[in-house]
């Protein structure tokens, strides 16, 4: 059940960093409240994952799924560059997250 809290977390993440963006963009309370739920809700899963997960595992894939999904997200919904050196890095930081399992 910790894995599930944390692929949440990261989801929940990426949530909160999407509406940092349309925050910026729009400046409405939906954004705000949106932003500040998508964060609390990571931190919640997150909190959840780490009673049974190492904490350095738990937060390293955490930061691994919001930074990639962010980045991915704003490929797909903000126009941002879809390079395939961008990618291949998206690929490097999922890669670590996964390797960090396997050794942990």
């Known amino acids: 059940?910790?894995?599930f809290y944390l692929i949440l977390a990261g989801i929940f993440e990426m949530t909160g960093v999407a509406m940092i963006n349309s925050l910026h963009k729009n400046k409405n309370w939906q954004s705000f409240v949106?932003?500040?739920a998508g964060f609390g809700a990571s931190f919640?899963?997150?909190a959840l994952a780490m009673e049974t997960l190492?904490?350095?595992t738990a937060?390293?894939?955490w930061t691994g799924i919001g930074a990639s999904g962010g980045a991915i997200l704003g490929m797909?919904?903000?126009g941002e560059s879809k390079d395939w050196k961008r990618i291949a890095c998206i690929a490097i930081v999922l890669g670590a997250a996964v390797g960090l399992k396997l050794v942990s």
Do not use: K
């Open 1 to 3: 059940m910790s894995w």
């Open 34 to 36: 949106l932003m500040a």
């Open 44 to 46: 919640l899963f997150l």
């Open 54 to 56: 190492p904490m350095g």
């Open 59 to 61: 937060y390293a894939i």
């Open 76 to 78: 797909l919904l903000y």
